[in-house]
């Protein structure tokens, strides 16, 4: 790794929390608030039931909020969607896009994903765009080129470290408690960093490449050390301040 970037912990609520999970939130925010935020970059992807709620609890703590999907337009006849225009209105400043449940449940494809990214760069959204391949994929020994053929078709042009983020999501360690190996992490995301530097030059560096799949407080430290790891998306262990806040804390 060439640079070190600022490490990025962004929480994935998933289809979970009512408003009672603000006082949560709240925790963050305070602790990113006394000091945190200083070092690491911290995230929260609640419900979009809750963005605006978030990004109002929140407030300048530099806990940061983000939707978990949007729409590839700005507004329209689309119900029951949701466009990064309205996340950015409700205070949120990044989107998830691309994440293996939403390929999986809606069949979302590369191309969709790339369009969802370009929508939340249209409206001012940094993209965590997710990536990562089935346990068959890895079983077959196509790991690389399943995440490979992913990048490709869902980053689109002109990305750079201020409006993408990468997560290397492998399909199987979501909500297993399994986790690669440190040295399959350390081979994903290297191949990951050359294949953007191929693409972007030199400037892809400041790409920051998260790795999600089941983190929790006791691997953090370990995932976090591998070379172009340069943060988490954390699933499961983010509902829980107490949880998310050691993660944050093996980061800084
Ligand atoms: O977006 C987050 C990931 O899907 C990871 O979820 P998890 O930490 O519950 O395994």
């Known amino acids: 790794m060439t640079e070190k970037n600022t490490p990025l912990i962004a929480g994935n609520w998933k289809m979970n929390g ?20 200083a070092s690491v970059d911290l995230a929260i992807c609640p419900p979009a039931t809750l963005v605006a709620a978030a990004a109002a609890a929140a ?51 590369d191309a969709l994903v790339r369009a969802k ?20 994929e890895r079983k077959a020994g196509k790991a690389l080129d399943v995440v490979g053929a ?18 290397y999501e492998p399909v199987w360690a979501i909500g297993t408690g399994l986790t690669p190996t440190v040295d399959d992490v350390a081979e ?5 960093r ?12 400041s790409i920051r490449l998260l790795y999600g799949g ?6 953090a430290g370990e995932l976090l050390s591998v070379d172009n790891v340069d943060g988490a998306l954390v699933g499961g262990a983010s509902l ?3 949880d998310f806040l050691a993660i944050a804390k093996a980061a800084g």
């Open 18 to 37: 009512l408003a009672t999970a603000l006082g949560e939130l709240r925790s963050m925010a305070e602790a990113a608030a006394g000091g945190l935020a």
């Open 194 to 205: 050359k294949d953007l530097q191929g693409r972007f030059g030199p400037s892809a560096a």
């Open 117 to 136: 990214a370009e929508a939340a760069w249209r409206a001012g959204l940094i993209a965590i765009v997710c990536v990562g391949e089935t346990e068959a």
């Open 59 to 109: 407030g300048d703590s530099g806990l940061s909020i983000g939707g978990q999907d949007c729409h590839t337009a700005a507004s329209g006849a689309h119900t029951g969607d949701i466009s990064a225009e309205m996340l950015a209105d409700s205070g949120a400043r990044w989107v998830i896009v691309g994440h293996s449940e939403r390929r999986a449940d809606h069949g979302e494809s």
């Open 188 to 192: 994903m995301h290297s191949y990951m």
């Open 150 to 167: 992913q990048l490709a078709g869902s980053v689109p042009d002109g990305a750079d470290g201020a409006r993408l983020v990468v997560a």
């Open 214 to 219: 089941s983190v929790k407080p006791g691997n």
């Open 240 to 242: 829980k301040a107490s």
